[in-house]
């Protein structure tokens, strides 16, 4: 998560080398995305900027593996990444090149170099960072972010929470001694990771502490080794209460928003009845009751009236998402949450969210599911406040249809090259095959299905030519529901 944006070695930081020598790699977060932040902006009463043409400042970016996507998906909208990594800055500026972006600037430059000069922005993302770097750095961040917000502007900012990350404190800590006489950064992660293999091994604790220490002990583990060793094994690693980081924005022009997340928003079952409605207070004592261990604060200007009373009627203006899908007599949506099969009002919409995850589904088109808009209103607010779908005010615009010479998203096909993981248009990744990397790329517009087939057949490992053209139409219509075609 973090990126370094701080002098090299500052304050006994990890020194800048370290980011050259295990680069860190970035990946498209939703949380992050404009429509995220105005989606929950306009929950709360306020007029964000339309996502499809707005200006987003990452502070940050690393290699812009984040801020890329969105660049090329909203070419109307304006995009700055800044970072002090200049090999990461340098990747970027080579797939912008080769993307033929010409909405977004990256910049390899410490954070406190962001002045005036820069504008101001509908949104500031700043993931990964304010837990890992110094205080004074720290509080930059907070000032700068406060000082180039838009009067409607939203900012992202992430960070390691308490009191849920005290066990994986522990942990670091523990590998911190472990590996102190390391060589370097690789030498590091593996002494790290042998620990916590012997850890997982030989722990005699108490039962109760079993089971918080091995999901621990096997997250940590599955990490890749630039997360493990710029994220848990950095010299800089702060976890703070949210209200420790709602005080610190106060002090620089701003006031808490809400949660970029919205699985652990709502007070769903009422836990918090005795409690008053100060915003920052009931989000505390949501940390409390959930043990969060990863923060994701969305700020505004402190000056901005915000509406905490819920309108459900804002749902009007508003699409929804969700995996909805039958099991075991169960409808199961986003974050495991299951809702009962066979309400009237629940089952035809969530299954109609079902059938186009992951793409949005507005409000309009899915009141022909439900008895009446009140009741379609009151079903996506239960679903929204216990996390079973997701809500949304952009319309990711994509092609759900296959045309005769079906064409996949540069961006797409740019990733394919080198990976089975590639962005789509609503800021997310999908893991392909092998087969599916190679149909991929044969996605440039200029091919027919037969054409396709047949250079598909041709290529190493794959199937016979029939069995393609059989599972062909198929798999061109995942890739459209996906989000990986334009054309």
Not at 83 to 107: H, K, S, W, Y
Not at 195 to 209: I, P, Q, Y
Not at 252 to 267: I, P
Request: with cysteine; hydrophobic share 40%.
């Amino acid at each position: 998560m973090p990126k370094q944006l701080h002098s090299s070695g500052h304050n006994g930081c990890v020194p800048e080398n370290a980011y050259h020598t295990v680069p860190y790699l970035t990946v498209p977060r939703f949380e992050t995305h404009p429509d995220r932040l105005a989606a929950v902006a306009t929950m709360f009463g306020m007029k964000p900027a339309p996502v499809r043409a707005c200006r987003v400042l990452e502070i940050g970016c690393g290699d812009a593996n984040n801020l890329i996507p969105m660049a090329y998906h909203l070419p109307e909208s304006r995009f700055v990444g800044i970072d002090l990594a200049d090999q990461a800055i340098a990747a970027a500026r080579r797939m912008i090149d080769a993307l033929g972006l010409a909405n977004i600037e990256v910049i390899a430059a410490d954070l406190r170099a962001i002045g005036e000069n820069f504008g101001e922005f509908d949104y500031v993302i700043a993931h990964g960072l304010y837990s890992w770097v110094p205080a004074e750095v720290r509080d930059a961040l907070m000032a700068i972010t406060g000082a180039r917000l838009a009067p409607q502007g939203v900012a992202f900012i992430s960070y390691n929470a308490n009191p849920g990350r005290h066990i994986r404190q522990m942990l670091r800590e523990m590998m911190l001694y472990h590996t102190r006489h390391a060589g370097d950064v690789h030498e590091r992660v593996e002494q790290g990771r042998w620990l916590l293999e012997w850890l997982g091994k030989t722990r005699l604790v108490r039962a109760s502490w079993r089971g918080l220490l091995d999901e621990e002990i096997e997250n940590l583990l599955e990490r890749r080794e630039d997360s493990l060793a710029h994220d848990d094994l950095g010299a800089c690693n702060d976890a703070f209460y949210f209200h420790e980081v709602a005080e610190h924005a106060c002090t620089h022009g701003m006031q808490y928003l809400g949660d970029a997340s919205n699985r652990q928003a709502f007070d769903v079952h009422g836990g918090l009845s005795w409690l008053g409605e100060d915003a920052v207070e009931r989000a505390q004592y949501l940390d409390f009751m959930h043990l969060r261990v990863f923060g994701e604060t969305l700020l505004c200007r402190a000056e901005v009236p915000l509406t905490r009373a819920l309108d459900v009627t804002v749902f009007e203006r508003m699409s929804f998402s969700c995996s909805a899908r039958l099991v075991d007599g169960q409808i199961e949506g986003l974050n495991g949450v299951r809702l009962t099969a066979g309400q009237a009002n629940v089952e035809p919409v969530a299954l109609a969210l079902g059938r186009n995850y992951p793409m949005p589904v507005p409000f309009d088109e899915l009141l022909q599911h439900a008895e009446s808009r009140d009741a379609l209103r009151n079903t996506l607010a239960a679903m929204v406040f216990t996390s079973f779908a997701q809500y949304h005010v952009h319309d990711f615009a994509c092609h759900r249809t296959v045309s005769e010479r079906p064409a996949a998203s540069h961006l797409a096909r740019y990733h394919a090259r080198e990976s089975l993981r590639v962005p789509t248009v609503r800021h997310g990744l999908v893991e392909l095959d092998e087969p599916g990397r190679q149909l991929l790329l044969l996605l440039d517009g200029t091919r027919d299905l037969d054409l396709i087939a047949h250079d598909l057949a041709n290529c190493p490992g794959a199937p016979p030519e029939e069995e393609i053209r059989r599972a062909l139409p198929d798999s061109l219509e995942w890739m459209a529901r996906m989000g990986l075609l334009e054309g």
